[in-house]
Nanobody, 121 residues
Framework: QVQLVESGGGLVQAGGSLRLSCVAS????????MGWYRQAPGKQRDAVAT???????NYADSVKGRFAISRDNAKNTVYLQMNSLKPEDTAVYYC???????????????WGQGTQVTVSS
């Protein structure tokens, strides 16, 4: 099992910036994907940005050019730098970890508790 602890959420005005951090601990497999999902009230949880341990990234179209994901593998930490924030970015942001290889039961995704990001207009 992997534990994920997020930090860095808060309230910001439109056009502002926030940086989220997530530290992973526990049974961490060296080859993995970490990243961020978000869920707004009444909506499904959607991927925002993910990054493999090898450095490959994926971004939702809605955040390309504004958000940047990075990670420090030595510290088992993933970051999300969010710039030019918009009111529609308001959501609970969840940290995500998934092992890249192994049996299916070993590759269940792990989730953090979530951190609220609120962007006022």
């Amino acid at each position: 099992q992997v534990q994920l602890v997020e930090s860095g959420g808060g309230l910001v005005q439109a056009g502002g910036s926030l940086r989220l951090s997530c530290v992973a601990s526990g049974s961490i497999f060296s080859e993995n994907t970490m990243g961020w999902y978000r869920q707004a009230p009444g909506k499904q949880r959607d991927a925002v940005a993910t990054m493999t341990s090898g450095g490959s990234t994926n971004y939702a179209d809605s955040v390309k050019g504004r958000f940047a994901i990075s990670r420090d593998n030595a510290k088992n930490t993933v970051y999300l730098q969010m710039n030019s924030l918009k009111p529609e970015d308001t959501a609970v942001y969840y940290c995500y970890y998934q092992r890249s290889h192994g049996y299916p039961w070993q590759r269940f995704p792990n989730w953090g508790q979530g951190t609220q990001v609120t962007v006022s207009s």
